[in-house]
């Protein structure tokens, strides 16, 4: 894909934001949002059609930047109906942002329009507010006033925070088990929310919610079908969507989100679907999942999918403290080598020819590490990047969809990253249900050699269900891979605190996901040195 010009992207989503939000004086958005009073209506406004709150699956923010961030909700009074209960006419919602929770120092507002083509979905581009401040948010269609959010903004490009607090999730499978872990989650003190992938998934889903196994939850028979259609992976969103933990976790931080496969189909591979569909059949399919994707996140224009492409990888600054870069490994990567899965010596697996980020995404992140002014420099990505050896075999079986299947890519990264000069770097992760905790080696046949930085792969939020704390092939993991310092398969999340001289990594699990109520507890710690880097647990 050609690199695409940040400015220029700037430029077209102004635009298309003054075609798409009409901005109304304080005094119009007070009348709307008043107790008792009829709501007014952009021109060309529809009848007030909302019989029932068509805030159902939640609001959202998300991409923060020091003066702006995305706020997302979507009408949807009837949550299983493919066009969530709405007319195909445009909806006027207004939005406030504010400074206190009862909205009395309201500071940005203005009035979106749902439209039927994005299922009535809302991306506000809210701009004009202050670096490094935490905000609240509503919006209001007819009569109804949605849940109140909190957001906070980046710091400034010339601040520099003593800290920042991140949280780390992914992978959600609504069958496997209840988002215990977000309701936790949503209790934290942090700055901002990263999703690394997997928010939805292909299962079937059955009557009673899966492994949930609850028949109040009354899911509609057509979950048992895997998506395809655009309205099949709208459903699968409005289903997720629905869960009040994920709900609270949304409202409570701004999230910033990537995906990996299971937001389209398991394991596949840029243009080559796994289950061997014409690749113009597959890219249909793509169009869908990326469009649904889209319209069910808080992301700005620039990110909304053109056919089956979508520009995902983007950049943000936390003062001089952190840069992060976020990674799409999934759409232009090569197919798995050596036929996928699990594979020992596969020579494939190392060609140059090969990719797992595609070469203007690998210039782009290189670029942006070499010319990083940050202290830290974060990596947000979706799938292992450390060699992760399943067992002592020599040749070792490694899996071919994680970076251990592009080995070239990797190598092409981390030397990058020492010619550069390149400090601080730390990544986070998702995909493989289970906690890990790596030092990132440049060569990872010698640990006498360079630690180029540090990986905090987190576990699932309940993807795999219950789990455990260990197992055989953990324990082996351990003894096969001297750089990876902890393993463990339990559900949760992962929290760091990044400050001037270390980052800080807490593994949070639950005993249980399948039922309701279990407690959070801390199972391990690390911390890497800005001076030296590597782990050391605390």
């Known amino acids: ?7 220029d992207e700037v430029r077209r989503a102004t635009a298309v934001n003054r075609r798409r939000f009409l901005t109304v004086s304080g ?15 952009t021109s060309g406004a529809v009848p007030d059609v909302l019989h029932s709150d068509p805030f159902t699956l939640g609001i959202a923010s998300g991409d923060p930047l020091p003066t702006a961030v995305v706020l997302w909700t979507r009408l949807a009074p009837e949550v299983f109906d493919p066009m969530g209960g709405m007319p195909y006419q445009n909806y006027p919602v207004s939005w406030q942002v504010a400074t206190d929770t009862k909205f009395r120092h309201v500071v940005r507002a203005g009035v979106a329009t749902a439209r039927p083509e994005y299922r009535h979905s809302v991306h506000v581009d809210a701009r ?3 670096p490094g401040r935490e905000y609240f948010y509503r919006f209001r269609a007819g009569s109804y006033l949605s849940p109140v959010g ?14 920042l607090r991140l949280g780390v999730l992914s992978c959600q499978a609504y069958s496997d088990g209840f988002y215990t872990p977000l309701h936790h989650l949503a209790a934290e ?22 492994l949930r196994n609850d028949p109040s939850l009354n899911v ?19 289903l997720y969507k629905t869960d009040p933990d994920l709900q609270e976790a949304h409202a409570a931080f701004p999230w910033v989100l990537t995906w990996d496969d299971h937001e389209v189909e398991d394991n596949y591979a840029g243009d080559v679907s796994r289950g061997a569909l014409p ?8 169009a869908n999942a990326y469009r649904a994707y889209w319209e069910h996140q808080p992301l700005r224009l620039p990110q909304e999918p053109n056919g089956p492409d979508a520009k995902l990888y983007r950049r943000f600054d936390f003062g001089n403290l952190m840069q992060v870069s976020v990674l799409d490994t999934r759409q232009y990567r090569s197919d798995q080598a050596c036929g996928d899965g699990v594979k020992a010596g596969c020579a494939d697996a190392g060609s140059p020819d090969r990719t797992i980020t595609g070469a203007a995404q690998m210039g782009w992140l290189l670029d942006g590490l070499g010319g990083s002014t940050s202290r830290w420099n974060l990596i947000a990505n979706q799938v292992m990047m450390a060699e992760n050896r399943t067992t002592l075999a020599d040749p070792p079986p490694v899996n071919m969809d994680a970076w251990d299947g592009y080995t070239a890519d990797r190598k092409t990264l981390f030397d990058g990253i020492v010619d550069r000069g390149v400090d601080g770097v730390f990544v986070i992760t998702g995909d493989t249900h289970t906690n890990y905790a790596c030092d990132l080696k440049q060569n990872f046949d010698d640990m006498s050699s360079k630690t180029v930085g540090v990986e905090f792969v987190g576990t699932s939020i309940s993807s795999a269900a219950d789990g455990s704390d260990t197992n055989a092939g953990l324990e082996l993991s351990l003894k096969a891979n001297p750089h990876i310092k902890f393993d463990n398969f339990q559900r949760g999340y992962v929290t760091c605190e990044v400050s001037h001289d270390q980052v800080r990594a807490d593994y949070k699990v639950v005993p249980y996901v399948t039922r309701r109520g279990a407690p959070i507890s801390t199972r391990a710690s690390f911390v890497t040195e800005y001076a030296n880097p590597g782990l050391e647990a605390v």
């Open 1 to 7: 894909m050609p690199e695409v010009d940040e400015q």
């Open 220 to 238: 509609p028979d057509i979950f048992m079908a895997a998506p395809d259609t655009l309205d099949l992976y709208r459903l699968r969103y409005s």
């Open 27 to 41: 005094a119009a958005v007070a009348v709307a949002f008043g107790t008792n009073l009829a709501s007014r209506h």
């Open 189 to 210: 003190d942090l700055d901002v929310v990263f999703f690394l992938g997997d928010y939805i998934y292909e299962n079937a889903v059955n009557t009673a919610g899966g």
């Open 150 to 163: 909190r957001t906070k903004t980046a710091p400034a490009l010339s601040a520099y925070p003593a800290n």
């Open 128 to 130: 004009g507010l202050q």
């Open 279 to 286: 690749t113009s059949d597959f890219l249909v399919q793509r």
